[in-house]
T-cell receptor, first 117, second 114 residues
Framework: DTAVSQTPKYLVTQMGNDKSIKCEQN?????MYWYKQDSKKFLKIMFS???????INETVPNRFSPKSPDKAHLNLHINSLELGDSAVYFC????????????????FGEGSRLTVL | AQTVTQSQPEMSVQEAETVTLSCTYD???????LFWYKQPPSRQMILVIR??????QNATENRFSVNFQKAAKSFSLKISDSQLGDAAMYFC???????????FGKGTKLTVNP
């Protein structure tokens, strides 16, 4: 019973294509995130959402558009894919920041490896 | 904004021995949390240990313990009785209380030699 699940796990596509990665969490958390892990393993936050509302947007190109239809889902759509978009994308969730249940810990999905050819 | 620095890109240890991974951080807040996450080749991010900044006592989880030096802003991870399954990337991370932004260090790749 996976807590944070991402699909697809692997994605290979051509430059210029548009692709989406989906994320769902069944933990009842209010906050969801997308992180990017580059080829050097560096993890950097891209976006965070609280109850469908965008909270953090870390100067990510406009080609990346997150969408949160409800607080259990946060999808990532990428337009006009470029070689530099190749990375592992991690979805994560946590209880509401500053709330009584929050311990700062993020719960991560298994990651989606995107390869742009 | 907080920063996290891991100065050891790679470390190795013999099975059953002890190894310490270094981490320093910088934050202007007094309320924050520190973490060590493990990423094995399966790439799943696994929480190893957590430390609340307001707690003076060092956190421990079985063979894993931390040396939290608040004044020096240092948060090292000690792995005792290393096992082959401990081989992974280890990431130190910091989040300010009430914030949504968990900031990671660049990671340390740990190899465990049989």
């Amino acid at each position: 019973d996976t807590a944070v699940s991402q699909t697809p796990k692997y994605l290979v596509t051509q430059m210029g294509n548009d692709k989406s990665i989906k994320c769902e969490q069944n933990l009842g958390h209010d906050t969801m995130y997308w992180y990017k892990q580059d080829s050097k393993k560096f993890l950097k936050i891209m976006f965070s959402y609280n109850n469908k509302e965008l909270i953090i947007n870390e100067t990510v190109p406009n080609r990346f558009s997150p969408k949160s239809p409800d607080k259990a889902h946060l999808n990532l759509h990428i337009n006009s894919l470029e070689l530099g978009d190749s990375a592992v994308y991690f979805c994560a969730s946590s209880p509401l920041a500053g709330g009584p249940a929050n311990t700062g810990e993020l719960f991560f999905g298994e990651g989606s490896r995107l390869t742009v050819l | 904004a907080q920063t996290v620095t891991q100065s050891q890109p790679e470390m190795s240890v013999q099975e059953a021995e002890t190894v310490t991974l270094s981490c320093t951080y910088d934050t202007s807040e007094s309320d924050y949390y520190l973490f060590w996450y493990k990423q094995p080749p399966s790439r799943q991010m696994i929480l190893v240990i957590r430390q609340e900044a307001y707690k003076q006592q060092n956190a421990t989880e079985n063979r894993f313990s931390v040396n939290f030096q608040k004044a020096a802003k240092s948060f090292s991870l000690k792995i005792s009785d290393s096992q082959l399954g401990d081989a992974a990337m280890y990431f130190c991370a910091c989040i300010q209380g009430g914030s949504e932004k968990l900031v990671f260090g660049k990671g340390t790749k740990l190899t465990v030699n049989p």
